[in-house]
């Protein structure tokens, strides 16, 4: 950690991961892994110039009550309490600007099965002229709950922040308590660990690529992808004994080992998809009115995706080639090597193709160290002690960073941030490009975790 | 390319259908009939409002709908309207900030309205419980008529529980319909 003047503080050029506070000072993360920390001046820091630090600057003035000085955007991000005489702390939506201009405002409680939040379109006739979202509906109080606990106790907490990218949490969680306490898991542990965040991967790929398909009407796509996902739950039951692997990743190594018949379920699940899939990529590239729907719609710019840092196949549909599984990398990835793809289109069908080939690898990956899992035991208790680190895992949506604090056996604080956090601003901007009946499959190609950032 | 799919698929055996529970069958029967609810038959539209999840229960909600489950089969069906629901399926922990959303999605339902509670969440917060964030529970914020527990609940169970309701309310013809082509 760097401890730095406002000054330094603010002139920092880098790749912005995250900011939060706590009583004393202001923490920001950078790619791949740079801390700073600036002592807070009466309950205040300066505010940081990146567009990304905005969504955290509200949130910690909503967390902690800490004020970022000079800050563009000061609206709430998950405080939502009605005060008994009605008010509530969110402002009202400023009026549409121009004519023909309209509003259609959406959520929390959407048509399909997903999590709760509220959108406000502007628009122009069909077109999209500006969306501003409003969070905080899934607010939980996760992080308050984590506080005071041992690590191993509140592994229960990380692994329910975003309950698809459950095992990348869990892992982040894990790998930022064994910097702490400065010890490591066994090997085995660490190869089973990448088994579950590669299966996991692979079924969140396989359903968003089929939905994204359902949602421009092809339902023959959508059940094949479902079909595969469903799948490999199905394995992940077979050989861990949970369908999405909560609560298996511990810190200091796993809870379960691969059971009898789950290698070979796993197994046979990579097969299925591997067999069928060049069949459906073709559906994908065959009929002219799904590209139609998925070509040019949603676009990211370079420029954007790089401003904000963007990770996971948000980011590397527009041009960045992280993958914290490389940089700033953690085991067992460094002896398999992993081909990165990157587009430059930004669009959805950019983002599905990002999708598809690392749906490739992930096979490759899983194969790889089913065939070579070393020997040497699940787990190792983790020492009581105190001390601070930082734990990376690329979930499926990009890097998910979780930073804590131990003092005495047990977490004074800790922070953790979600990739979806730096998306959600980039679909903002994405759905300004298209027209308004496009919003739900722009929507589910980025698709953003609305649990991973109420917290 | 398609059409060979669908065909290779139309040949395969199809999943044996699922029955529900009798206890549990009989159990809400008990307690829906000590309700006088209406009889809805063997149909029933589903309004699912997320009040507070990790996003587990929603993941497996929705693969209730997969070939492999294939809720629809049933009778039962999710909608986007309330105006068409006749179940209001909760999950998550009641959290202080859906509170309002969940009351006026009750609000827009037709009465009989049956609550069910998807998830440990949803049963009494959960891993969540104590948190002042969070108001502990779907029954925090209306009476609940079926809870299916389970973090998150696996898309069988969740079927099981939602054929319970209907075998408590439907008519009593035993199997007549279920699995079977219209």
Same mark, same amino acid.
């Given at each position: 950690?760097?401890?730095?003047?406002?000054?330094?503080?603010?002139?920092?050029?880098?790749?912005?991961?995250?900011?939060?506070?706590?009583?004393?000072?202001?923490?920001?993360?950078?790619?791949?892994?740079? $801390? $700073?920390? %600036?002592?807070?001046?009466?309950?205040?820091?300066?505010?940081? *110039?990146?567009?990304?630090?905005?969504?955290?600057?509200?949130?910690?003035?909503?967390?902690?009550?800490?004020?970022?000085?000079?800050?563009?955007? +000061?609206?709430?991000?998950?405080?939502?309490?009605?005060?008994?005489?009605?008010?509530?702390?969110?402002?009202?939506?400023?009026? =549409?600007?121009?004519?023909?201009?309209?509003?259609?405002?959406?959520? /929390?409680?959407?048509?399909?099965?997903?999590?709760?939040?509220?959108?406000?379109?502007?628009?122009?006739?069909?077109?999209?002229?500006?969306?501003?979202?409003?969070?905080?509906?899934?607010?939980?109080?996760?992080?308050?709950?984590?506080?005071?606990?041992? /690590?191993?106790?509140?592994?229960?907490?990380?692994?329910?922040?975003?309950?698809?990218? +459950?095992?990348?949490?869990?892992?982040?969680?894990?790998?930022?308590?064994?910097?702490?306490?400065?010890?490591?898991? =066994?090997?085995?542990?660490?190869?089973?660990?990448?088994?579950?965040?590669?299966?996991?991967? #692979?079924?969140?790929?396989?359903?968003?690529?089929?939905?994204?398909?359902?949602? %421009?009407?092809?339902?023959?796509?959508?059940?094949?992808?479902?079909?595969?996902?469903?799948?490999?739950?199905?394995?992940?039951?077979?050989?861990?004994?949970?369908?999405?692997?909560?609560?298996?990743?511990?810190?200091?190594?796993?809870?379960?080992? #691969?059971? =009898?018949?789950?290698?070979?379920?796993?197994?046979?699940? #990579?097969?299925?998809?591997? @067999?069928?899939?060049?069949?459906?990529?073709?559906?994908?590239?065959?009929?002219?009115?799904?590209?139609?729907?998925?070509?040019? @719609?949603?676009?990211?710019?370079?420029?954007?995706?790089?401003?904000?840092?963007?990770?996971?196949?948000?980011?590397?549909?527009?041009?960045?080639?992280?993958?914290?599984?490389?940089?700033?990398?953690?085991?067992?990835?460094?002896?398999?090597?992993?081909?990165?793809?990157?587009?430059?289109?930004?669009?959805?069908?950019?983002?599905?193709?990002?999708?598809?080939?690392?749906?490739?690898?992930?096979?490759? $990956?899983?194969?790889?160290?089913?065939?070579?899992?070393?020997?040497?035991?699940?787990?190792?208790?983790?020492?009581?002690?105190?001390?601070?680190?930082?734990?990376?895992?690329?979930?499926?949506?990009?890097?998910?960073? @979780?930073?804590?604090? $131990?003092?005495?056996?047990?977490?004074?604080?800790?922070?953790?941030?979600?990739?979806?956090?730096?998306?959600?601003?980039?679909?903002?901007?994405?759905?300004? @490009?298209?027209?308004?009946?496009?919003?739900?499959?722009?929507? *589910?190609?980025?698709?953003?975790?609305?649990?991973?950032?109420?917290? | 390319?398609?059409?060979?799919?669908?065909?290779?698929?139309?040949?395969?055996?199809?999943?044996?259908?699922?029955?529900? !529970?009798?206890?549990?069958?009989?159990?809400?029967?008990?307690?829906?009939?000590?309700?006088?609810?209406?009889?809805?038959?063997?149909?029933?539209?589903?309004?699912?409002?997320?009040?507070?999840?990790?996003?587990?229960?929603?993941?497996?909600?929705?693969?209730?709908?997969?070939?492999?489950?294939?809720?629809?089969?049933?009778?039962?069906?999710?909608?986007?309207?309330?105006?068409?629901?006749?179940?209001?399926?909760?999950?998550?922990?009641? &959290?202080?900030?859906?509170?309002?959303?969940?009351?006026?999605?009750?609000?827009?339902?037709?009465?009989?309205?049956?609550?069910?509670?998807?998830? !440990?969440?949803?049963?009494?917060?959960?891993?969540?419980?104590?948190?002042?964030?969070?108001?502990?529970?779907?029954?925090?914020?209306?009476?609940?008529?079926?809870?299916?527990?389970?973090?998150?609940?696996?898309?069988?169970?969740?079927?099981?529980?939602?054929?319970?309701?209907?075998?408590?309310? &439907?008519?009593?013809?035993?199997?007549?319909?279920?699995?079977?082509?219209?």
């Amino acid at each position: 950690m760097i401890l730095c003047t406002a000054e330094e503080w603010q002139a920092y050029e880098g790749r912005f991961v995250a900011l939060w506070t706590d009583a004393q000072h202001a923490y920001a993360l950078y790619q791949p892994g740079t $801390l $700073l920390a %600036v002592p807070l001046a009466e309950g205040a820091y300066p505010a940081l *110039k990146h567009p990304g630090a905005s969504w955290f600057q509200r949130l910690a003035h909503d967390m902690t009550g800490a004020i970022a000085t000079g800050a563009a955007d +000061t609206r709430p991000a998950i405080e939502q309490f009605r005060a008994p005489d009605g008010t509530a702390p969110w402002p009202d939506f400023a009026a =549409p600007e121009g004519e023909g201009a309209h509003v259609v405002s959406v959520g /929390p409680v959407h048509a399909a099965i997903i999590e709760p939040g509220h959108f406000r379109f502007t628009l122009r006739g069909e077109q999209v002229l500006k969306l501003q979202s409003r969070f905080g509906y899934a607010h939980k109080g996760t992080l308050a709950l984590m506080r005071g606990k041992s /690590p191993r106790l509140a592994a229960r907490f990380a692994a329910r922040i975003s309950g698809d990218a +459950t095992v990348a949490h869990s892992l982040a969680y894990a790998q930022a308590a064994e910097a702490a306490l400065a010890f490591a898991p =066994p090997r085995r542990a660490v190869h089973l660990r990448a088994v579950m965040a590669e299966i996991e991967r #692979l079924a969140n790929h396989a359903s968003d690529i089929g939905a994204i398909a359902g949602d %421009v009407g092809f339902a023959f796509l959508d059940s094949r992808f479902a079909w595969h996902r469903e799948s490999f739950c199905a394995a992940a039951y077979a050989a861990f004994g949970h369908r999405l692997m909560m609560d298996i990743v511990v810190p200091g190594g796993v809870a379960s080992d #691969l059971r =009898p018949k789950g290698e070979a379920a796993i197994l046979s699940s #990579l097969d299925a998809l591997e @067999t069928e899939l060049p069949s459906l990529i073709r559906v994908f590239e065959d009929y002219a009115s799904l590209q139609d729907r998925l070509i040019g @719609t949603g676009i990211i710019p370079v420029e954007l995706a790089s401003a904000y840092a963007a990770g996971g196949y948000v980011g590397r549909a527009s041009g960045q080639n992280a993958d914290s599984r490389l940089t700033p990398g953690y085991a067992p990835y460094e002896k398999f090597g992993l081909v990165v793809p990157v587009e430059q289109e930004g669009d959805v069908a950019a983002r599905i193709r990002i999708r598809l080939a690392e749906i490739t690898e992930s096979i490759r $990956l899983v194969r790889a160290l089913l065939a070579g899992l070393p020997d040497d035991g699940l787990t190792v208790a983790p020492p009581a002690g105190s001390g601070s680190g930082i734990g990376v895992a690329e979930s499926f949506r990009g890097p998910v960073w @979780t930073w804590l604090r $131990l003092d005495n056996g047990v977490i004074a604080d800790l922070f953790i941030a979600d990739p979806s956090t730096l998306h959600w601003p980039l679909l903002e901007h994405a759905v300004t @490009t298209s027209i308004f009946a496009d919003f739900p499959v722009i929507n *589910k190609s980025v698709n953003g975790s609305y649990s991973g950032v109420d917290l | 390319m398609v059409w060979r799919t669908v065909a290779r698929h139309l040949l395969l055996p199809q999943a044996a259908p699922r029955a529900a !529970d009798p206890a549990i069958a009989a159990s809400l029967r008990a307690r829906l009939a000590a309700a006088s609810a209406r009889r809805l038959g063997r149909s029933l539209a589903i309004r699912h409002v997320p009040a507070g999840s990790c996003n587990g229960c929603e993941l497996e909600l929705r693969a209730t709908q997969n070939l492999i489950y294939d809720l629809t089969q049933y009778g039962l069906t999710f909608t986007p309207s309330p105006r068409h629901a006749d179940v209001l399926l909760i999950t998550g922990v009641a &959290g202080r900030n859906m509170a309002e959303a969940v009351r006026q999605t009750r609000e827009a339902m037709p009465d009989p309205v049956f609550v069910v509670a998807v998830g !440990d969440c949803a049963v009494d917060g959960g891993v969540f419980k104590g948190s002042p964030a969070i108001l502990g529970g779907a029954d925090a914020l209306l009476p609940v008529d079926l809870v299916i527990a389970g973090c998150p609940p696996t898309p069988g169970q969740i079927v099981d529980g939602l054929l319970a309701l209907l075998e408590a309310h &439907g008519d009593k013809k035993e199997g007549k319909a279920r699995g079977a082509a219209p």
